[in-house]
């Protein structure tokens, strides 16, 4: 009993996460140095910073993804 009202609760979170559009895209280097040359977008490096230290993209954002903070962010 206990378990169906779990996913009874959990139901309308997991039927809104399902109606979202995919914001992601990949692509392959080619297209990628067309899409940071010709637009004014912003290249987010969401490794952590000791990872980005190690090396990373000009002009790279950097926002690390397992700070307490990310999704305000």
């Known amino acids: 009993m206990f378990r169906v009202l779990i ?6 979170l997991i039927s809104e ?3 979202q559009e995919a914001s992601v895209i990949q ?3 080619q297209e ?3 899409l940071i040359s010709g637009s004014s977008g912003v290249l ?6 000791s990872e980005f230290k ?15 903070d ?4």
């Open 27 to 29: 692509v392959n280097s």
């Open 54 to 68: 190690n090396g990373h993209i000009t002009d790279a954002g950097q926002l690390n993804f397992y700070a307490l």
């Open 7 to 12: 996913i009874l609760c959990l139901y309308p």
């Open 44 to 49: 987010l490096d969401v490794r952590t910073s």
């Open 17 to 19: 996460m399902e109606a």
């Open 70 to 73: 990310f999704k305000r962010k």
């Open 32 to 34: 990628f140095h067309k």
